[in-house]
């Protein structure tokens, strides 16, 4: 086990560096900077010397390639070339927003997926089954940012034009007052703005989780020891709950885990939808921009997390299930 | 070894190939089980309702797309200027803000998805399946090198990726099929990788080395087919996939440009516009909805209909 973790985890060197040259070499390529950062306006030969000198673009390629490398392993990310702060000041002030709305949305895709699932397999072939079982195929094909507009539009148009009651009206944009207790409980005026975005957030992932949790849910259902378990005389819920769910859970945790790095694309786009002021926004709005270094550095810092939570959940098989053992050292 | 001679039409004589004589199930001479193999995976397939739906709505669609200049009574690029938002009899679907005809575009935009959706997964596969093919079939070495290349490109967050190298290269129509197609080959690389490991050590294998076959007729025409129908369940819903991509990529600005009409950059102009039209933005949500529904459910159906046990 630990020749394996160390495997893995020094698998993450070349990952990364590859990733940092991949990036690097992507927006070396990519032409002219100095016009990203003048823009559309005219512009004096002293003006274009002057911002090349700052941002060091009359260095040979290698040496900068160096200094990147360099400056990135010290963690500085850089300057943006539009927003006129750093990428690290963008990070902290990003980052926070991002975290929020992925933990609520893995939240709401644990509750909802696995009652949706436990219930769905409990009751096979019922309407609810059949319910969960055609939604969760839709829900899969809904383009993330349809979803989004959908809510938006549900909720937020629709239901002020015709004067739903308020707690049914939402806004349909930004973060509002962005003010939280204990770092992630949303304060009053604040969840609001929180729970359309988290439950698009969470919808594809939610529905891939329900229909685990039915698959394996049903398989252990037939299993032997839930028999044992109901001739013992113990209640359905005790049964279904303690015998079934703690078996079942394995392959759904494993998921959960790997949705968790999934959830950075598609954080993406229902940033993007809500304008929720989070990093995955951050990076499509400075692509479209050709901002180099802020998707430069906000990209690097998602592949990172990317990797290292891949790593946490191929790790975490062998402390759920102790049947798997990894690099060969079990008997 | 000489390999017999059977004449054929005109007189000439044609090599049949040594291994063609081999009886291995796959082989051009049992002709007619493959027949019945056939209408017995199409007898499974139909009995699948969704699945059909999904067939018809991917053939309806298909028409659609090459028939969209004789279906479709405006040009897409047109405007007009009496035009109002709304759906009306003129314009189906209302026309968007530009006063183009919203109708039109959303059939228009069918030839960039199934374009993109076809093109992307003929790249992956070729790119997957060839690397697979090697790591597979030669191991050692460079299967450890492979496989270790697929490990890096699946640590990248696919729309990341996505977004960056297109940001990269420019945005266009070709940029996002290489892009969709360089980003999913991994998974064809892994099943066929699978495969081969599996079929190589077989019998029939090793018969078909002894009568002479080299490594590239073996792969292609012994292991292949015995091996493609995972592939082709995961191919159906690669496109799926590969569609709700293309549509991901052009509302982030990232995918094609104007005047395409392509869905994604369609919701993205609609955006403004939920307020007063909201069809703007749902018609084309609905077109690719339909669109990826109808081939995961098709690839389900094949799954069902190719592999029985699977279910």
């Not at chain 1, 790095?261 to 993406?268: K, P």
């Amino acid at each position: 086990m630990a020749g394996y973790t160390l495997r893995r985890v020094l698998l993450i060197v070349p990952v990364v560096w590859g990733a940092m040259t991949l990036l690097f070499l992507a927006f070396m390529v990519r032409g002219n900077p100095i016009e990203t950062l003048i823009g559309e306006r005219a512009s004096s030969a002293t003006v274009r010397a002057q911002i090349t000198q700052k941002y060091g673009l009359d260095q040979p390629v290698l040496v900068r390639y160096g200094r990147y490398l360099k400056n990135v392993s010290h963690g500085d990310l850089g300057r943006s070339y539009k927003q006129g702060r750093s990428v690290n000041d963008i990070l902290k002030q990003t980052a926070p927003n991002s975290l929020r709305l992925a933990v609520w949305a893995i939240l709401i895709e644990i509750l909802i997926g696995l009652t949706a699932g436990i219930i769905s397999a409990v009751r096979q072939y019922s309407f609810l089954d059949t319910f969960v079982t055609v939604s969760t195929t839709m829900l899969v094909a809904v383009p993330v940012f349809v979803l989004g507009y959908l809510f938006q539009y549900a909720l937020g148009v629709y239901a002020f034009q015709h004067n739903f009651p308020a707690w049914l009206r939402f806004p349909t944009s930004g973060i509002g007052p962005n003010k939280w207790y204990f770092g992630f409980i949303p304060s009053a005026g604040e969840w609001k703005y929180l729970l359309l975005p988290a439950v698009t957030l969470a919808s594809v992932s939610t529905a891939v989780v329900a229909r685990m949790t039915r698959t394996t849910m049903l398989e252990v259902l037939r299993a032997d020891y839930m028999r044992t378990a109901v001739a013992k005389g113990l209640t359905p819920r005790r049964v279904i709950l303690k015998h079934g769910l703690k078996n079942a859970m394995i392959p759904v945790v494993t998921l959960i885990g790997l949705d968790l790095a999934s959830l950075i694309g598609s954080a993406v786009l229902t940033e993007s939808v809500f304008n929720w002021p989070g990093m995955g926004g951050t990076v499509a709005r400075a692509a479209q921009s050709l901002d180099a270094p802020v998707v430069l550095g906000l990209t690097l810092v998602l592949v990172v997390a990317y990797v290292v939570i891949n790593l946490l959940v191929d790790l975490s098989y062998a402390f759920f299930d102790p049947r798997i053992r990894y690099g060969g050292d079990a008997t | 070894m000489t390999a017999p001679r059977i004449p054929a039409a005109g007189g000439q004589s044609a090599e049949v190939p040594a291994d063609v004589l081999i009886r291995d199930p796959q082989a051009a001479d049992s002709l007619a089980p493959e027949l019945s193999q056939r209408t017995e995976i199409w007898r499974r397939f139909r009995k699948n309702k969704l699945a059909v739906a999904g067939l018809a709505i991917i053939v309806i669609e298909v028409f659609a797309a090459v028939l969209a200049p004789v279906i479709t009574f405006i040009d897409y690029k047109s405007i007009a200027f009496e035009g109002k938002l709304a759906p009306s009899a003129a314009h189906w679907f209302g026309t968007d803000a530009l006063g183009r005809d919203v109708y039109t575009r959303v059939v228009y935009g069918s030839r960039i998805s199934l374009q993109v959706g076809l093109a992307s997964v003929t790249l992956a596969l070729v790119m997957g399946l060839a690397a697979g093919a090697v790591a597979g079939f030669y191991g050692g070495k460079l299967d450890g090198f492979l496989m270790r290349i697929t490990d890096v490109f699946l640590a990248f967050p696919y729309i990341l990726a996505a977004i960056v190298l297109i940001t990269v290269i420019g945005r266009s129509l070709w940029t996002v099929i290489i892009v969709l197609g360089a980003l999913g080959w991994m998974p064809f690389a892994r099943l066929f990788r699978g495969s081969i490991l599996q079929i190589k050590e077989l019998e029939y294998i090793e018969a078909a080395r002894a009568a002479g076959c080299g490594d590239w007729r073996i792969i292609t025409r012994h292991i292949l087919p015995n091996a493609i129908q995972p592939i082709i369940v995961y191919a159906t819903i690669f496109v799926g996939t590969a569609v709700l991509s293309e549509a991901a990529l052009s509302f982030l600005g990232v995918g094609v440009t104007e005047p395409t009409p392509a869905w994604g950059l369609m919701i993205a102009q609609g955006r403004a516009y939920l307020f007063t039209a909201p069809g703007l933005l749902f018609f084309p949500g609905a077109a690719i909805f339909i669109t990826v529904m109808a081939f995961v459910f098709m690839g389900d159906g094949l799954r069902d209909a190719l592999d029985p046990r699977l279910r």
